[in-house]
């Protein structure tokens, strides 16, 4: 009966997760100030973060949780390497708008 | 009805619900926020339902779960805690997207983090969960909000009208979120069987490891009894690890090349911003030339020709 229970809510586990992806990408698309638009990505990361936690726990190894640190790395250079480049956008246009820099089509 | 068909709708409900609540440039009405929340939670507890539905009927048929993968860990209390921080999780990441504001949008954010952090806790990752909690909470977020801080015109308190117009609109919400939801519910239909445990993922046992990778916890010295025998607390259990110590041993020894290029990256990353930082805007350039000749330019920087909104006064309080 528990393993019944913990296998059920390791699908709830990746439910949580997909929905915070999908919630930080909608928000990555609608949002027209950079920095939330980063901050959305940081959420898609908690949906993996979520996901990697309960496939660990799913296969009984740590692995997934290791794969956490590893994403957790990315997401401090992420973070670095966005917000300066915010600040130097910033800079230039003295808006933090991303339509402001909508001439930057490929 | 057929729980798949639920799932469905439970993302169409969703969508909808997200639909309403997004920013339009103007202040919602109070029916619509009400509305959005009865039918977003309508749609989430109908996604729990459903999937509980159909994957417990599954899980039911096969007779239980075929053994392996080890101790999972969960308990039933687990299962509320799940539906609590998830809760919290979810409706969370819907105010960082919908918020106006991005300092509110920020602490919204730390909600979420902190209700992943309990997500974490449920699931026996206790190690991860506060490095989650330190790491994101502690760093990032502050960096966040500084940068928040330093680079957002400050507005007044609750008129929405006077927000600047990038924050209190959004691009395309319809498309944004039919495509997110679109992917939501290919993700709910496609990924995910009934999970049961990994056969093949039998590990090594706690004792088995300890045996031959670290024997010397078994060693008791007679330091460690003295020690014991002062001490009014029942003694470690020699032959469970904790989640920290399997931890560090996976990383350490499953995944050493892996280490050092995390290193390699952040050390990049650092570099990367430090030159970021650094580089010479020619728009500042003109700015700070033009502002010079002129009285209290040390102090007032004036905005350039893309500006749009009035000029700010370094050192000004800024919400």
């Known amino acids: 009966m528990d393993q019944m229970i913990s296998s059920l809510t390791f699908s709830h586990y990746f439910l949580t997760g997909a929905v915070l992806f999908v919630l930080g990408m909608i928000g990555f698309i609608t949002r027209r100030n950079m920095i939330v638009m980063f901050l959305c990505t940081e959420m898609m990361f908690q949906g993996v973060v979520v996901t990697l936690a309960a496939a660990a726990a799913m296969h009984g190894n740590v692995t997934g949780q290791t794969f956490i640190i590893f994403v957790l790395t990315i997401a401090a250079a992420e973070a670095a390497l966005a917000l300066g480049l915010v600040i130097l956008l910033f800079r230039r246009r003295q808006t933090l708008d991303a339509g402001a820099w909508s001439e930057l089509r490929g | ?319």
Not at chain 2, 81 to 90: C, D, L, N, P, R
Not at chain 2, 91 to 102: D, E, F, W
Not at chain 2, 114 to 121: D, F, H, R
Not at chain 2, 240 to 253: I, K, V, W
């Open chain 2, 1 to 319: 009805m057929d729980p798949q068909l639920v799932l469905y709708l439970a993302s169409v409900c969703g969508a909808i619900a997200l639909w309403l609540l997004m920013p339009r440039g103007r202040a919602l009405p109070w029916w619509r926020g009400g509305l959005a929340a009865m039918i977003g939670v309508g749609a989430l507890g109908a996604g729990w339902l459903s999937a509980g539905v159909r994957w417990w009927g599954e899980v039911d048929l096969a007779g239980g779960l075929a053994g392996g993968g080890g101790d999972a860990g969960l308990s039933v209390l687990a299962v509320a805690y799940y539906y609590v921080f998830s809760g919290v999780a979810i409706l969370s990441a819907v105010r960082v997207i919908t918020h106006t504001k991005p300092v509110y949008s920020a602490l919204w954010f730390v909600m979420v983090v902190v209700a992943t952090s309990g997500l974490l806790v449920s699931l026996a990752a206790e190690f991860m969960a506060f490095a989650m909690l330190i790491i994101y909470g502690g760093a990032i977020l502050v960096t966040y909000m500084f940068v928040i801080m330093l680079a957002s015109q400050s507005s007044p308190e609750d008129v929405i009208e006077e927000q600047p117009e990038y924050d209190r609109a959004s691009t395309e919400p319809v498309w944004a979120v039919v495509a997110g939801f679109v992917l939501l519910a290919a993700l709910l239909s496609v990924g995910f069987d009934a999970p049961t445990g990994n056969p093949d993922a039998v590990g090594m046992s706690d004792a088995e490891i300890i045996e031959t990778r670290l024997a010397e916890r078994l060693v008791v010295t007679e330091e460690d009894e003295a020690r014991q025998a002062l001490s009014s607390t029942p003694a470690v259990d020699a032959t469970a690890l904790s989640n920290s110590e399997r931890l560090g041993l996976d990383l350490f020894e499953g995944h050493p090349l892996a280490i050092e290029l995390a290193g390699v990256i952040l050390l990049v990353a650092l570099i990367g911003a430090v030159v970021i930082a650094k580089t010479k805007v020619p728009e500042e350039i003109a700015r700070n030339a033009a502002a010079t000749p002129g009285a209290g330019g040390a102090t007032v920087r004036p905005t350039g020709e893309a500006g749009p909104d009035s000029p700010e006064v370094l050192g000004s309080t800024r919400s």
